[in-house]
């Protein structure tokens, strides 16, 4: 289905839970978010069943985010779900890694396809000040778990900041060279917590292409701009919100963990789809995906949504 700027909208980005078992200094707030009532959250039959209407839109690929989705109970229940819809090409999930030693392999034997993995510092103190509860070590047996689960091709999200992990780059280009992984930076978004953080916190993805300026262009992939070093087995990946406006390439849609559809991460706009069902809800996703806003605001100012990364979905 066609949004009415012609985008061809064919990705749902799913939120199960806007809890978290960090507290990302970018994302939330140290005393993290008030616990929401059972009935508050989309059950696992909701998120299904809009997930089913999603696709009677045209909806191909789904991603399952949080908050931490692994946090959600019944997160393998929900992929074997979600998988049954017929339709679903693609079943992919981002997390900070730190519970995979536990779920990487019933997720994989769910149907889950790929994984996108939150990681920020190559570095043990930088990782604990940063999210305040995590260890690095916890992600790294993540990793390991993944791999060793058959998730390979694995990604990584790295939200670039001014004077924490700057100085980082290089190391994390480095480790696509042995690995057949993709080293994906994203722009630190003026939005939640960070939004009146200093401007130097906010560098363009460019930057990456200063630093290691023997990165090769390669063929986009969605919204990244990908590069290679010479002769490496992996990929560098820029994702750049803000000093490059991607919105007319963008062809996603978003539900938050509350039952809410959001056309873009930073519009205020949200069609809520909760008691919806059959052909109702089907046309509430269809209106969401018309009314998708032709692009954000973010390079004339912060970001418009009221809400915290964790309650949309990233």
């Not at 991603?63 to 989705?69: F, H, I, S």
């Not at 490496?232 to 820029?238: E, M, Q």
Request: hydrophobic letters at 40%; proline letters at 5%.
């Amino acid at each position: 289905m066609q949004d009415s700027c012609g985008r061809t909208i064919d990705y749902l980005r799913l939120s199960v839970t806007d809890r978290c078992n960090y507290r990302c200094r970018y994302c939330m707030p140290a005393e993290g978010v008030e616990k929401r009532a059972h009935g508050d959250i989309l059950s696992l039959e909701e998120l299904a069943e809009i997930a089913a209407a999603a696709v009677a839109c045209g909806v191909k690929k789904i991603r399952l985010t949080g908050g931490e989705p692994l946090v959600r109970l019944g997160l393998v229940d929900l992929c074997r779900m979600l998988r049954a819809i017929p339709g679903v090409e693609e079943l992919c999930l981002t997390t900070n890694g730190s519970l995979l030693p536990r779920l990487a392999r019933p997720l994989r034997e769910a149907g889950l396809d790929r994984l996108n993995i939150s990681l920020d510092t190559l570095r043990p103190d930088r990782f604990a000040a940063m999210t305040r509860l995590g260890t690095l070590q916890a992600v790294l047996d993540g990793i390991e778990a993944a791999e060793a689960a058959g998730f390979h091709d694995l990604k990584f999200d790295t939200v670039l900041i001014g004077g924490f992990n700057d100085d980082e780059i290089g190391d994390f280009v480095d480790l696509s060279r042995n690995h057949p992984w993709e080293m994906r930076f994203i722009e630190l978004m003026p939005m939640g917590p960070c939004a009146s953080w200093d401007k130097g916190c906010f560098l363009p993805g460019e930057t990456v292409l200063e630093r290691v300026p023997e990165l090769a262009p390669i063929q986009a992939q969605g919204v990244a701009r990908r590069y290679r070093l010479p002769g490496a087995k992996g990929t560098v990946g820029l994702i750049s919100p803000v000093s490059h406006d991607f919105c007319a390439d963008c062809r996603r849609i978003r539900v938050t963990a509350d039952g809410k559809l959001k056309g873009c991460l930073h519009s205020r706009e949200e069609i809520s789809l909760r008691g919806l069902h059959g052909q109702e809800l089907v046309d509430a996703v269809r209106q969401g995906i018309l009314h998708k806003p032709q692009r954000h605001h973010l390079a004339e100012r912060r970001s418009d949504t009221p809400r915290n990364m964790n309650q949309i979905g990233g």
